[in-house]
């Protein structure tokens, strides 16, 4: 093979993987840790992300999907159910620490803060030591942690950013504080996105198996979910997660999204399938995947 129809191979296998940017991200992190020599492409928002992938721009998108503090990140789920029905593939969960981060020639304390920034996801796992150590702060949601951090590096005023220690190293920032968030085991699930599966290639070994289910009841009646979740539960599979989201189409229309710990097979799941499709429910695969575990 030539030179030159080598090297243009190459380039036809590398993956563009797209990230919730930009450079200093705990998504970064994520897609730095979970992929070798790939394409990394960032995004300012999640649902630029996602809309890439939809598009055929990028091949993968890493965005973040729950976090063991705050919660479903609710842009996440809302648009992928709502906007675009891209596949999970996979899913990183990746141990969170985030720290208080100040200019290099900051000399003053926690009380002489006047501003913190960071995304709202990072503000809510910080709260209590917002609230208790920078009781003259006022708090600015950026759109992500390392455009905090990069906000602060070019201000003159006594601000911080509540972000992770790759940011830090990114934007020349101090740590002031290390692991302010409220609760030690931090961690958070990102889902991986393609239209194809075979795009993936992950290094780390598989935690366990997961199949994520959309299912939406017909009307609000009594016993409704106790009947959705008894067809699990006589089977013997285990959710590891139940949670109702608006429908967006009026009041008291909901949706629920149920994470069952393992894989897709031609058993069980086709006997769920037929059990809630006859009582009217609408079941959608939201995507069968392995769950990797980082560790850093």
């Known amino acids: 093979m030539k030179l030159e129809e080598a090297v243009r191979e190459r380039l036809t296998l590398t993956k563009k993987i797209g990230y919730l940017g930009p450079k200093g991200t705990f998504t970064k992190m994520a897609v730095d840790s979970t992929f070798n020599g790939e394409d990394k492409q960032a995004f300012d928002t999640i649902p630029a992300c996602m809309d890439a992938v939809q598009a055929g721009d990028i091949d993968i998108a890493v965005v973040p999907l729950e976090n063991a503090i705050e919660g479903t990140v609710q842009m ?66 950026a759109s992500s942690t390392a455009k905090a951090a990069e906000m602060v590096s070019t201000s003159d005023a006594p601000i911080a950013a509540i972000a992770n220690r790759l940011a830090a190293e990114e934007y020349g920032l101090r740590i002031m504080s290390e692991s302010v968030h409220d609760y030690s085991n931090n961690h ?8 194809n599966a075979d795009d993936i290639s992950i290094k780390h070994p598989v935690q366990t198996e997961r199949t994520s289910l959309l299912i939406t009841l017909p009307s609000d009646h009594a016993g409704a979910l106790h009947q959705v979740l008894s067809a699990f539960a006589w089977r013997k599979m285990n959710l590891s997660k139940i949670e109702s989201r608006p429908m967006k189409t009026g009041l008291g229309n909901y949706f629920f999204i149920i994470d069952v710990d393992q894989p897709y097979d031609e058993v069980l799941f086709p006997g769920v399938e037929a059990e809630l499709q006859a009582l009217g429910c609408k079941v959608t695969m939201l995507g069968t995947y392995p769950v990797y575990q980082v560790e850093m």
Not at 105 to 127: K, M, N, P, R, Y
Not at 188 to 195: G, H, S
């Open 76 to 141: 996440t789920v809302d648009y992928l159910v709502h906007q675009v029905r891209l596949p999970v593939v996979a899913e990183v969960v990746v141990p969170i620490q985030q720290h208080l981060l100040v200019r290099k020639d900051f000399s003053g304390g926690l009380g002489e803060i006047t501003e913190v920034h960071s995304h709202t996801q990072a503000i809510a796992q910080c709260h209590q030591f917002i609230h208790q150590q920078l009781p003259n702060a006022e708090v600015h949601f």
């Open 188 to 195: 958070t699930r990102f889902a991986v996105l393609t239209k």
